[in-house]
């Protein structure tokens, strides 16, 4: 028997880019939105006096060893613990392989999640882990464990719209928004984010020195961070918890926000209201004008109705997306697309309730 979890995708409705940090890092600043789009993740786990793992995968083009990012939240996990076993890890692929929608990362968090859930059903789980005594302990764990594999990777614990900071890896719930339709536009375009960070540290050091040189300019490059926190605020300034989940397995307590009623007061026009954007967009789209032409079909209304609610790059792309009021609207955009020979995916934002409700497979 296995415990087998859906690794449910994301993308980034907005993200803010600071100057380099000491630590070679830039600060950020972004909304992560979790998707309904996921793959399968299964773990298997038997009682041993040493720690052994296999991973298997149905995706010639994913590393099954230690260079895997669910291998490493596993190993990292157990070792966390205290505990040796015996782990079988398999990801049934549906989402693209290095696709921007954070698939690997959700692997690592659902990997880790169904662990729990394993070593709790063998009486494995540390009594300081798994005790309400020791839930402070374990959750500040978890979210160390996976910023250390990745800096998306902790927006999985966590699910729906999520603030990010720092590298991305600092997470904290945001209020939900009901589900739309959204159009995931996949093109064959191989973007190196080493080089758009390249890109935009020109770009920051000439605005550096253009502000140098006349004030007038506008707002140094390094306000952009605060800009977009107090937009995030502003559209979305319900009161939350941030805490992520207690329990050892991590599905029956869960992060509860309270995010009024969307129908009062959506969080998400809101926010596309403040005039959110992806920096990535001002040094991604001059090196790859094709993306920009892309978000411009995912944003195109073809007809009454079908305008998008909002289109952006997803991190520093290859992929983008658009945001949908309807199904038609979604298919139209879908069409749009496919007559450019342009590899789309068509799924839903998820809120958090209904990514935890629906994360484990029965």
């Given at each position: ?7 449910y ?55 099954c ?55 709790e ?39 729906g719209a ?6 991305g ?26 080089e758009a ?8 050091a ?22 977009l ?34 129908e ?53 792309g ?45």
């Open positions: 028997m296995s415990t087998v979890l859906r690794s995708s994301k993308i980034n409705l907005g993200l803010a880019i600071g100057p380099t940090r000491p630590d070679g890092f830039h600060g950020l600043t972004t909304c992560y939105q979790t998707l309904e789009a996921h793959d399968l993740v299964s773990v298997a786990v038997r009682r041993a006096d040493a720690t052994a793992i296999s991973l298997s995968c149905d995706d010639a083009r994913v590393p060893d230690g260079r895997n990012t669910a291998w490493k939240a596993v190993e990292r996990t157990l070792e966390a613990m205290g505990v040796t076993a015996e782990v079988a890890i398999h990801i049934d692929k549906r989402l693209p392989v290095q696709g921007g929608m954070g698939a690997g990362s959700a692997n690592a968090a659902a990997a880790a999640l169904a662990l729990e859930i394993e070593l059903e063998l009486g494995l789980v540390p009594e300081a882990w798994a005790t309400r005594a020791g839930a402070v302990h374990s959750g500040a764990a978890r979210l160390e464990i996976a910023a250390a594999v990745g800096s998306d990777v902790p927006l999985f614990l966590v699910g999520v603030l990010g900071v720092s590298r890896e600092e997470v904290y719930p945001l209020p939900d928004f009901e589900p739309v339709h959204c159009v995931v536009a996949l093109p064959e375009i191989g973007v190196s984010t080493p960070f390249r890109d935009w540290d020109r770009l920051y000439e605005r550096a020195s253009a502000l140098a040189a006349s004030p007038l300019t506008g707002a140094p490059p390094s306000d952009r961070l605060s800009e926190s107090k937009a995030l605020a502003a559209a979305m300034s319900e009161p939350h918890s941030s805490g992520v989940f207690r329990n050892a397995g991590g599905l029956a307590e869960r992060s509860k926000v309270s995010a009024g009623s969307v009062a007061s959506n969080p998400l026009l809101a926010l596309v209201r403040t005039g959110i954007e992806n920096d990535f967009e001002e040094v991604v789209f001059p090196r790859y004008p094709q993306l920009g032409q892309i978000k411009r079909v995912l944003a195109d209304s073809g007809k009454p109705g079908h305008a998008a609610i909002y289109a952006c790059l997803s991190g520093s290859s992929a983008l997306f658009g945001l949908y009021r309807t199904a038609e609207a979604a298919e139209a955009a879908g069409t749009r697309l496919e007559e450019q020979g342009i590899r789309s995916l068509r799924t839903k934002t998820l809120p958090r309730d209904r990514y935890w409700g629906g994360m484990r497979v029965e």
